[in-house]
DNA sequence: TAGACAAAGTGTTAAAGTGACACTAATATA
DNA sequence: TATATTAGTGTCACTTTAACACTTTGTCTA
């Protein structure tokens, strides 16, 4: 499985090159490593792969890419969310920087979190990829890499706190989305329960949600209302602020 | 002023060190910029100094230092508080990572900003220290070097936040105060008027003050109580949160 | 095609929180 | 002792939140 000769091809090409950055005079080193969300009408999930690294081989851990000086550290991490979904033009965050002396077996790199929002359904990964792209629950993560547990709580954390001041998760959800879809979304991603009634009247009073006309297809029972966003309400009334105070 | 022979060795020292590294093979440093906020009893400040790059000879900047690969990240801000205040042990939080290509003159540095809260009093800097180190008046702020506007903005944002979610202002203020320096202090970390009344209430109802039975002395009217800030009763609170929503 | 099943959709009420507002109390000083 | 200055206090109308149960609409199947 990790002794694929493509994949050992990779693995010494990249510590090689990490290598030699820390071998040289300052010997620090910067990546940006990515919690890239997706949820799937059940669970949130998040993208990993397994590690390269000798200390770590075969583990989990949180996609990434070494900062080189010629580009934007924004950049960078759109490169890593480029690079393993293809896609672009996603929602993106910075979290923080993470720089303890001793987090990376290798030398000293200093990382910078990002998390960014995907559609689920926009990336599968392909099963033959090098270092095993998959999508895993937030609640089947144990260990990780590095200090990549860390970060991803911290990144998740920090999608819980924007979760209730913005409408964000639309950016989880396909176009089209019932209530019901985008209420379990806020239940699993906050991981508490939430009335009915209640949600649906502050999703009213928000009034950032176009009804559709259409309903759900293919279902064994009532179909819902399907709705989508609008961004242009949305952006006119942003700046005061959307609390979703559940 | 900025001729001063000291002041000159110490330019060339920083600035030979900077270079020696941004010309290593691997061309890219990390520093850390400290936005330390004081606060006397009128405005808030933030503590600045005169930068030694060439480029912004003479203007203000934020204190910040180069983060050597011995040094975790944590510790590098906390040196930065320390050589400059001399305090330690202050209430600070990271921010976030600044790392646009262009940002520093010399190279490629990406900077990781945090912000600290000092009780102004605890530090008045010395007149005649290099770099003249000097509370600023936030409304005071026009251009700073570097990219230092931009991130004192962000700090002040998340400072903001930060105090509508915890009781963050006791740590810019001296142990016994009253609650309407308390009030002025939120107000004008917050930039808005609150009501005397209401504001009383709200603290009344977080319940984490001891009234200390004292009084202000020599104010030419009614003295105030003072009252310090209870950090045991804070702590076993925190976890619920404690939202002042202004 | 009628009845059972499953999820969608809908309003009310009590409690808590917020915002607006004006007077009395205590001290220093002239 | 009168005046000036700031401290300190309560109420009411309104808004927001939390808790709670039944009807509607479609599909499936007997």
Chains 1, 2 share one sequence.
């Not at 693995?11 to 990490?18: C, M, P, R």
């Not at 991490?77 to 990376?104: N, P």
């Not at 064994?220 to 399907?226: D, F, G, M, Q």
Request: proline share 4%; glycine share 4%.
């Amino acid at each position: 499985m990790t002794g694929k000769p493509e994949n050992s091809n990779n693995i010494s090409k990249i510590e090689q090159q990490l290598r030699s950055q820390l071998e040289s005079m300052y010997q620090l080193a910067v990546s940006v490593d990515c919690v890239i969300f997706g949820y799937d009408d059940e669970d949130l999930k998040v993208l990993v792969i397994e590690s390269d690294m000798p200390k770590y081989k075969g583990m989990l851990s949180l996609p990434g890419y070494l900062v080189d000086p010629d580009t934007d550290l924004e950049e960078a991490a759109q490169i890593v969310l480029k690079d393993r979904t293809g896609l672009s033009d996603l929602y993106m965050e910075q979290v923080m920087a993470f720089g303890e002396r001793d987090r990376h077996p290798l030398g000293r790199v200093i990382t910078i979190a990002y998390y960014s929002l995907v559609e689920i359904n926009k990336f599968q990964p392909p099963s033959d990829q090098k270092n095993k792209p998959q999508w895993l629950s937030l609640n089947q993560v144990n260990e990780l890499a590095f200090d990549h547990k860390k970060i991803l709580e911290t990144c998740l954390q920090r999608l819980r706190l924007r979760l209730q001041e913005q409408p964000l998760g639309f950016n989880l959800l396909p176009d089209k989305f019932s209530l019901k879809q985008l209420q379990r979304l806020y239940e699993s991603v906050l991981g508490i329960e939430l009335d009915k009634r209640n949600f649906r009247r502050k999703l009213k009073s928000l009034d950032v949600l176009i009804d559709l006309g259409e309903f759900q297809k293919a279902v064994s029972n009532r179909p819902a209302k399907l709705y989508k966003f609008d961004l242009e309400k949305y952006n006119a009334k942003k700046k005061k602020g959307m609390f979703m105070n559940f």
